[in-house]
């Protein structure tokens, strides 16, 4: 199986990927992946295998640990993509998650129209009053 995400960190220096409690995907030695750039997201990729899900109970199931060894930065991990067979082919959004951001695209909207209406709507309130006022004058 693929295993592939984006990691970003603040600082160059190898992070561990290993399989947490050892319960689940199986990952025979820790990979160690370091980004080239600090404070941008990063690809990395690797083949693994499934394994069977062990039987103790209080374990973590398929669950992948990212691991500083050496500090404690602030790892940010998104666009993970576990997959059968042994190519990555590609980052693709569920169906899920593209409504929920085409939903709050669409109320940042709303929210911009109303903001703009509501100056509109003062910008019209002050020019009456301008006028009216001009009207008293003359």
Same mark, same amino acid.
């Given at each position: 199986m693929v295993v592939s995400f984006e990691m970003k960190c603040r600082i160059k220096r190898p992070i561990d990927v290993y399989a947490y409690q050892s319960n689940g995907i199986s990952i025979t030695d820790r990979k160690k992946f370091t980004v080239n750039v600090v404070n941008e997201y990063q690809r990395f990729t690797f083949i693994t295998k499934a394994n069977q899900l062990g039987n103790n109970p209080s374990y973590s199931k398929w669950a992948i640990a990212f691991y500083d060894g050496e500090g404690n930065q602030n790892i940010s991990i998104r666009k993970?993509?576990?997959?059968?067979?042994? &190519?990555?082919?590609?980052?693709?959004?569920?169906?899920?998650?593209? =409504?929920? #951001? $085409? +939903?709050? !695209? /669409?109320? &940042?909207?709303?929210?911009?129209?109303?903001?703009?209406?509501?100056? =509109?709507? #003062? $910008? +019209?309130? !002050? /020019?009456?009053?301008?006028i009216s006022a001009k009207a008293l004058i003359v």
């Amino acid at each position: 199986m693929v295993v592939s995400f984006e990691m970003k960190c603040r600082i160059k220096r190898p992070i561990d990927v290993y399989a947490y409690q050892s319960n689940g995907i199986s990952i025979t030695d820790r990979k160690k992946f370091t980004v080239n750039v600090v404070n941008e997201y990063q690809r990395f990729t690797f083949i693994t295998k499934a394994n069977q899900l062990g039987n103790n109970p209080s374990y973590s199931k398929w669950a992948i640990a990212f691991y500083d060894g050496e500090g404690n930065q602030n790892i940010s991990i998104r666009k993970v993509f576990i997959g059968i067979g042994n &190519k990555f082919g590609g980052y693709v959004m569920n169906n899920e998650d593209t =409504q929920v #951001e $085409i +939903n709050q !695209a /669409k109320e &940042k909207a709303q929210k911009a129209l109303t903001q703009l209406l509501q100056k =509109q709507s #003062e $910008i +019209n309130h !002050a /020019k009456n009053t301008a006028i009216s006022a001009k009207a008293l004058i003359v």
